[in-house]
């Protein structure tokens, strides 16, 4: 089975950065170090044979993984953040969305599809951490209201990967409130009997931790993400002394309660599937 | 003792004044009326320069004044004695950084939840700057399910620099407890108004802050982020915090512009901590205002509104 398909070069990648090797052409796992090819290493769903280290990929990938065929119908893929705040930091914030978005071939971080998952209508929202560390503003918040209201209508499931740092500073107030958005979505989700599968990958921080990413009626995690609400290095500065190890990953998460299971990416498709099943027969 | 922030600086000087020339006059028969006078007319267009000039970075220092009202005194001055405080999230403990309890305005009751901040540094400490943890958030929860049981509406003060990023915070989900406060805030049934007296930092303020009407006191700020981390995550330093506070639209008169709060409660001219019952006063008359007119609604439609009013906010393209 080939694992990803690209149509257009440009969309997330998970190879394209890997500079270390000629010409993308080999990967080495940033944990244990091990070389395989670039090729290989895809058709692995990015995880390394050896040490079962998930790289993070993009939106696309997702897809790839999930959908029957790899086939799916893509909604709002042309809606991009204004700039209400005229912000500027070192950089105008228009000219930093417009830099991600050539460097990316994304137009901000989340996209939205419908397509099947064994045969089963369901609505995904992915997230791209590739586009300014996944923040979520306006464009955000808007994609997955609207992502719902396709779900609500298809009388299907809805999930949402997340993959993100937190809110988006540069649209400030308003990004705070994409908190308060996405989460009254979700009661109309709820309201209509809906499943909403929230699938944590690394990293979940900030913001979208206090929102939608622990809001599912299952909240699920891939293996040895990063997963909380402050960063490490806050929590670090706050306690004054070294995180215990294994702080904040999937496997602490879980074991406090706050996720229903961990997933590896081989068998990702397959449990995903099955919850739906479960939840829509 | 009175605390002035530098800007505040030649407010104090007249005042010192005042004071002096009014001593004089009592210990040598001097008449110092006119003298009196003229210094107070001084003051009065002095202090009105600064206040109508202040900086986005001078109000989120006034929204810190170490003057300024903090929750429990709104409360216990608006409610006349009526106020019972409530403890406890039925589940950990009880978060010092959280409080909430029934009281009445003039023979409404009413639900009262905050954030508390501390006059002194062992206040400080007990109240944990204001910060709460999970059990906080669901402490809050807690009452405002209370309330929705018995019909009461909820008034929320917003007083926070942010959730408390601790270790045990995260352990006990800080992410999650928020998260569901937002949520089920969205569904209740009573009306709710939340109003930012001082700091309205990010997830920890939000946690408490999803309503029907949103305000914020003339002199508080509310943002994604603190200035200071906004200018350390962005500039890599402490010291584009006065930029970043500008570049954060984070006042009460931008926040209106942005449609993000209903209205901005006027503070007296010299701000809300130097005449706490005024402000006390102002706050009390609009929340009356605002619960009689919420109250009207039908309560299946007043939250629909509530998420609907959520869903018009951002700006895409
Ligand atoms: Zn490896």
Redesign the interface.
């Known amino acids: 089975m080939v694992w990803f398909k690209r149509e257009k070069e440009g969309i997330t990648t998970s190879t394209k950065d890997k500079k270390e090797t000629p010409e993308g052409l080999w990967h080495k796992c940033p944990k244990c170090k091990t070389v395989v090819t670039a090729e290989d290493h895809a058709k692995n769903f990015y995880v390394c044979d050896r040490c079962s280290n998930h790289d993070r990929i993009g939106s696309e990938e997702y897809f790839q993984i999930f959908f029957d065929e790899g086939k799916y119908k893509e909604f709002d893929a042309k ?7 005229k ?4 950089k105008k914030y228009t000219d930093r969305i417009k830099a991600t978005q050539a460097k990316t071939g994304l137009t901000d971080a989340i996209r939205c599809a419908k397509g099947d998952i064994d045969g089963q209508p369901t609505v995904i929202a992915a997230m791209d951490f590739a586009f300014i560390g996944g923040s979520m ?3 955000v ?2 994609k997955i ?1 609207r992502a719902i209201d396709q779900a609500i209508k298809a009388k299907c499931a809805f999930m949402i990967i997340s993959k993100s740092g937190g ?3 540069m ?11 996405t ?6 989700l709820a309201d209509a009997g809906l499943p909403y599968i929230s699938f944590l990958t690394d990293p979940t921080t ?2 979208v ?7 599912g009626d299952i909240n699920i995690a891939e293996p040895g993400a990063l997963i ?3 960063g490490p290095r ?2 670090k500065e ?2 004054g002394r070294d ?2 190890d294994g ?2 990953t999937s496997e602490f998460v879980l074991e ?3 996720l229903d299971y961990i997933v590896e990416r081989q068998n990702l498709k397959a449990e995903v599937s099955k919850s739906i099943r479960l939840f829509m027969s | 003792m009175a605390t002035y922030l530098d800007f505040e600086e030649p407010i104090k000087a007249l005042e010192e004044q005042i004071e002096k020339a009014k001593t004089l006059g009592e210990e040598s028969d001097m008449d110092m009326g006119d003298k009196i006078k003229e210094l107070e007319g001084k003051l009065e267009k002095k202090t009105k320069e600064i206040f109508t000039n202040l900086t986005p970075w001078q109000r989120v220092q006034l929204s810190r004044h170490p003057d300024r009202p903090y929750t429990l005194a709104y409360i216990n001055a608006m409610t006349e004695g009526t106020f019972q405080e409530l403890h406890g999230d039925r589940n950990v403990k009880d978060d010092k950084a959280m409080v909430g309890g029934f009281g009445q305005l003039d023979g409404q009751t009413v639900m009262f939840i905050g954030q508390q901040k501390g006059a002194n540094t062992k206040m400080r400490q007990y109240r944990n700057f204001g910060m709460a943890n999970p059990e906080g958030y669901r402490k809050a929860l807690r009452l405002m399910k209370l309330a929705e049981k018995f019909n009461k509406p909820i008034v929320t003060l917003i007083d926070t620099p942010g959730a408390f990023p601790g270790l045990e915070a995260e352990e006990r989900g800080q992410g999650e407890a928020i998260a569901r406060n937002i949520y089920e805030m969205m569904k209740l049934k009573v009306p709710v108004i939340c109003v930012v007296i001082g700091e309205g930092a990010s997830g920890g303020a939000l946690g408490i802050g999803v309503g029907d009407r949103i305000l914020m006191l003339e002199n508080s700020w509310y943002s994604v982020i603190s200035p200071e981390n906004c200018s350390t995550i962005l500039w890599r330093s402490w010291d584009y915090k006065e930029t970043a506070a500008e570049a954060l639209k984070l006042t009460s008169t931008d926040m209106k512009k942005l449609k993000i709060v209903d209205e901005v409660v006027k503070e007296p001219l010299c701000g809300a901590h130097r005449k706490h019952d005024e402000i006390f006063d102002t706050l009390k008359k609009v929340l009356k205002k605002e619960i009689a007119a919420l109250s009207k609604l039908d309560p299946i439609k007043r939250s629909a509104d509530r998420i609907k009013k959520f869903e018009n906010m951002g700006v895409t393209k």
């Not at chain 1, 989460?183 to 109309?188: A, M």
Request: glycine share 16%; net charge negative.
């Open positions: 809606l991009s953040s204004g700039d209400p705040l912000f500027t930091d070192t503003g306006s464009v918040g808007e209201a809110a988006r500073m649209e400030a107030g308003l990004s705070l409130m994409q908190l308060a958005k989460s009254g979505k979700l009661t109309q900030g913001g931790t206090a929102s939608f990413a622990m809001l909380g609400f402050a806050v929590v706050t306690i995180l215990p702080f904040q406090h309660g706050f």
